[in-house]
Each structure stands twice: as structure tokens, then as C-alpha cells.
């Protein structure tokens, strides 16, 4: 019998999908506005102290946390969420000369260097920034902070193989042999983040001929769906609808979800040859009214409270390495040895192109 887990935030941001493409101008105007309207009213109060951060739908700053850092700084946090992962950072370019706030947290590197490029952020680099978090830097600046880091994978229902006698696949190429036809289910790529992950996971695999691949696998009945939550819950063998298809797209963190109620097993796994890395960056936006308590929010994002709330509240990996992390997850949401990375600024350089030939080629 599978635990009924409360799904934290990360699942959630799979459901909601990525509008990245057709953000309207009406609606960033309309934040703006709003934005403008809430400076000039609250004038008072930043002389006073407060420091507004913008964020996507679901990152988690805990009511403690919030707590924790206004003690900290003397300073009011005001949290401001923009939508999912791919609007956060439409609008942070949209509004750029009239930010929403004072610091971005939730930026991540299908989209960073785009928003570096388009002078988004100012400069800052946290004198408490530890080893990996300056590793994971979107770009040689470090004008960006990184706060987090997961993987998209390709996740199996295991059950579903031992009962029908059959071997779990474990690579990409895996899911073009007959033996895996009709089993898998992913997300579109033009409106899922974890769709657009894994499709850079096939271009950072398969180079050039990362079409061919997509052409192979659709021919091999691939389906792809709007969304994670439906890929998940609706056609997942392990999902909540008992669907058909025991290869699904969620995250390496997913199989924690199917521990059994004892902890000690789990029903799915993880392929880890599979995974692309997602980072999230925290920066101070450039003409922020309150640049140090910006400042000060990111020092306190890379701080050892703060980043041990990380894997239970938002499902993903803090990059301090002394945070607390649930023991668990060394069995059931272990991180890949060799995950597939893109250079930032080759993805800004091509993300549009690479969602318009994927569309072209897979649904037509």
C-alpha cells in the first residue's frame, strides 16, 4: 500500500506547466502597474525597510523563514509570485526598467542567461556564497546566486515491470526499441517545464541529431501531453489514475513520493542516464528601491536554516551541502553521477528555435 504523501511545491510546478511562449505584454503592463502603483504607495514603507521579492508559484519561503530573516535584517519581506517558472522570467525582462521588487528568486538556467543578457540583474556576489553554489553560476559575472538544484528524469513504475516479466529500461536510446513501444508518456516541451528540460536533456545526448531522436521515438508511440500532472496522474501506471503507460517524465526526486508505509521500498525509480539539471538562481533586480535588504535576502537564501527547508519544502536540492537533507532520499531520490547539462547561454541563444523544430517534427 503506497503512502498518500501531501505533494510538496517542486510536483506542483510540473502540474502548472510553463507558459513560456505567448506572455502578454497587456499582463506584464498590468503588473507593472500594479508594481508602480504599490512603489508609490509604499514609499513610507521601504524608507522603513521592506524588501519585496518576486518569485515563481512554487517557490516556498516559510512562514518561519520569513520570521527568521525580518529578526535577522530589522527589515518587512513581501513575497510576490509572478506565475510559473517561464513567466517569472518574461516578466522580469518585460518590467526591467520598473522591477516588481527588490531580488528574484526562482530564475533558472533554461532562462538566466537570457535575463543577464537583457541587464535584469545588478551585479552582487554573497560574500557567504559557499563552493557549489559559485560552481553552479549561470555565467562568469555571478551576478546570479545559485540557491537550489534538481533533475528532470525519465521515472519507470517498477511494479508494472516485475508483474509483466519484462526489463526496466535505463537509457534514452532504451525508449526507441520495440521492446518499450507504446510505454512512455512525456510532457510538451512548448508548454511544460519539465518538457523543455527533457528535451535539452536529448539535445545535450544527442547533439544535431536530436530530432532524429524525437522522430524515432514518436514512431516507437511516444505520447506527449499538455502538462506533468497529466503525464503523471493521468497516463502514469503509478499515478493517482492508473493509466497505461509505465514510462513517464516527472523528476529524480519523484520515486520518494511511492515509498511504501514502512519507508523501507518504493513502487517507482528513477532512470538517472536520463536526467537534465535544472538550477535556480536568486539576484538583486537593477533599480531595486532597496538593494542591501536585496543583498541581505540572498545571504540569508544560502543560510543554513534556509537551506535545510529546501528538499521537504520545494522537493529539490540546496546547495549547501551541510544542509539537512531527508535521510531517505539517499535511496529514493539520489542524484545522478553524470547528469546532461547545456551552456546557459547556448540554450538563450536557441530555446525558441529548438521548441519550434520539436513542434514541427513531433506533432506536426
Known amino acids: 500500500m503506497l503512502n498518500t504523501l501531501h505533494q510538496p511545491a517542486r510536483h506542483r510546478s510540473g502540474r502548472a506547466g510553463l507558459a513560456v511562449v505567448g506572455l502578454t505584454t497587456s499582463l506584464a503592463l498590468g503588473l507593472v502597474s500594479c508594481a508602480s502603483g504599490s512603489t508609490q504607495d509604499d514609499a513610507t514603507d521601504e524608507a522603513s525597510g521592506t524588501v519585496t521579492v518576486v518569485v515563481h508559484d512554487s517557490i516556498v519561503i516559510s512562514d518561519e523563514s520569513k520570521a527568521a ?3 535577522e535584517s530589522g527589515l518587512t519581506l513581501e513575497v510576490v509570485s509572478a506565475g510559473d517558472g517561464g513567466a517569472l522570467a518574461n516578466q522580469l525582462i518585460l518590467t526591467k526598467d520598473s522591477p516588481l521588487g527588490d531580488v528574484a528568486y526562482g530564475i ?5 542567461s537570457r535575463a543577464v543578457a537583457e541587464g535584469v540583474f545588478a551585479p552582487y556576489t554573497s560574500p557567504v556564497q559557499g563552493e557549489l553554489s559559485a560552481q553552479l553560476a549561470a555565467d562568469p559575472s555571478g551576478t546570479l546566486t545559485a540557491i537550489d538544484y534538481g533533475d528532470v528524469c525519465m521515472n519507470v513504475d517498477t ?4 508483474e509483466n516479466g519484462e526489463l526496466e529500461p535505463e537509457t534514452l536510446e532504451d525508449l526507441t526499441t520495440a521492446e518499450y513501444k507504446d510505454l512512455t508518456v512525456v510532457s510538451n516541451p512548448a508548454t511544460s517545464s519539465p518538457g523543455l528540460a527533457f528535451l535539452f536533456a536529448t539535445i545535450g545526448e544527442y547533439g544535431d541529431d536530436y530530432l532524429d531522436y524525437w522522430e ?3 514512431d516507437n508511440g511516444l505520447l506527449v501531453v499538455n502538462g506533468w500532472e497529466e503525464a503523471y ?5 503509478a499515478g493517482e489514475g492508473a493509466g497505461a503507460r509505465p514510462i513517464v517524465l516527472s523528476y529524480g526526486s519523484s520515486p ?4 511504501s508505509e514502512d519507508g523501507s521500498t518504493t513502487t517507482t525509480t528513477a532512470m538517472l542516464d536520463t536526467c537534465f539539471r535544472q538550477v535556480e538562481y536568486a539576484g538583486v533586480l537593477e533599480g531595486a528601491e532597496n538593494p542591501e535588504g536585496a543583498q541581505e535576502l540572498v545571504d540569508f537564501l544560502l543560510g543554513e536554516p534556509f537551506q535545510s527547508e529546501i528538499p521537504t519544502g520545494m522537493y529539490v536540492y540546496p546547495v549547501d551541502p551541510d544542509a539537512v537533507v531527508p535521510p531517505e ?3 529514493f531520490a539520489p542524484l545522478p553521477t553524470n547528469p546532461i547539462v547545456l551552456d546557459p547561454a547556448e540554450i538563450s541563444e536557441n530555446r525558441d528555435t529548438w521548441i519550434k523544430e520539436w513542434t514541427a517534427t513531433v506533432l506536426g
Open 216 to 218: 524515432r521515438l514518436a
Open 233 to 237: 496522474q493521468t497516463e502514469f501506471t
Open 69 to 71: 530573516f525580518e529578526d
Open 329 to 331: 532520499w539517499v535511496d
Open 256 to 259: 520518494a513520493y511511492t515509498v
Open 159 to 162: 511494479a508494472w515491470f516485475e
Open 108 to 112: 533558472d538556467n533554461s532562462f538566466a
